[in-house]
């Protein structure tokens, strides 16, 4: 009995490693607007991963957004401000332009514009994401990974930089500052832009400007070669990127978290609006019921394992009785062999006997 628990206990390992690495599959990002303004994110793959299922849409104010990544993509995602566009999708964008297109296809965002980046792991790999200002600011996002399990780091930059931004980077619309260059957008010199002989880690230095940045944002990228602060791991079954955060709804520990976005309004029907918007607790739901799936056919297994078990004990019993009743039978078999072996020589040596009284 104790080797066969010890058999299901072992025979449990793989079977739950299998289990894990199925349920460690796509990833979605939750996009959520709260901006007082419409906005129109934008995504792009990085080098041998495909463009995600839209590579552009049109945000309201208060809406969510929901997009399903395959394992191991790679790239960016990123907000556009006062957009305009024709019924081709066709148009034009004040701050994140791609190309002057709704969708954007494979197109970059033109800088200035806070981005989001990300790697995604593939089977139980970790994924690397981070927030960057190192092709300047237009917005102040946060991107909070969701785990089923313990924590992972938020990223993100919730302050204003319009608001504070050095005169010689700021880029107006209407009369305002609608975004912030980086140094090396201002200026194109080496030592901003870490090329040329400034191409290194030990020689591009943080600068004046990539130092504003980084004060009013600890966590995002202030400049190429700052990812010892910059980069975080995690492995998350979904991302909430939330552009112009509330930082009321935030915790200052550590380990940040953020609450649930808030419930997705009814879609008005723009063009270029993503078919599917969804608070992110229909996408906890679909988790949750995936978990409810592998548990059970993790509990089939078990007990398919236990009737094997059941079964090769059962055999082996037989076939433990079958040896005995052989071994019985022959026993017997060859007891009754000796005995008439021994009548045998017993009547011989009678009758050698009376020959030989006979003789006499």
């Known amino acids: 009995m104790e080797a066969s628990t010890t058999f299901r206990t072992l025979a449990f390992v793989p079977v739950l490693a299998l289990l894990i690495r199925l349920s460690a599959g796509s990833s979605t990002f939750t996009i959520s607007n709260n901006c007082p303004h419409t906005i129109w994110p934008g995504t792009l793959a990085g080098s041998g991963t495909p463009e995600l299922p839209t590579t552009g849409f049109k945000l309201d104010s208060g809406q969510t957004a929901r997009i399903l990544a395959p394992p191991g993509w790679s790239g960016r ?186 419930p997705t309004n009814e879609g008005n029907g723009d063009e270029g609006e993503p078919a599917e918007n969804t608070s992110s607790a229909s996408n906890l739901s679909f988790h949750v019921y995936l978990f409810l799936l592998l548990l059970i056919l993790l509990v089939g297994i078990l007990q398919l394992l236990e009737k094997l078990s059941y079964a090769t004990a059962t055999a082996t019993s037989v076939a433990k009785v079958r040896r005995i009743r052989h071994h019985r039978k022959y026993s017997v078999t060859a007891k009754i062999a000796i005995a008439e072996n021994r009548n045998c020589g017993r009547h011989r040596d009678g009758q050698r006997a009376s020959r030989t009284n006979n003789d006499d």
């Open 77 to 262: 995602i990123w907000a556009r401000t006062e957009c305009r566009f024709d019924g081709n999708g066709a148009g034009t964008c004040q701050t994140g332009d791609c190309g002057g297109r709704m969708e954007c296809g494979g197109a970059g965002a033109l800088p200035p514009v806070t981005l989001f980046e990300i790697t995604l792991g593939k089977g139980l790999d970790d994924d690397f994401y981070d927030v960057s200002l190192v092709d300047g600011y237009n917005l102040p996002v946060i991107a909070a990974p969701r785990v089923l399990q313990g924590e992972c780091n938020m990223t993100g930059c919730l302050t204003d930089l319009n608001r504070g931004c050095p005169k010689e980077l700021q880029v107006q619309g209407a009369g305002e500052v609608v975004a912030c260059k980086s140094a090396c957008e201002a200026f194109g010199l080496d030592k901003y832009c870490c090329s040329g002989e400034f191409a290194t880690a030990t020689s591009c230095k943080p600068s004046f400007y990539s130092n504003i940045f980084k004060a009013a944002c600890p966590r995002a990228y202030s400049y190429a070669f700052d990812d010892a602060t910059s980069t975080f791991t995690c492995k998350a079954y979904d991302y909430t990127i939330i552009f112009c955060p509330n930082d009321t709804r935030l915790r200052s520990s550590h380990n940040y978290s953020v609450s649930p976005p808030s």
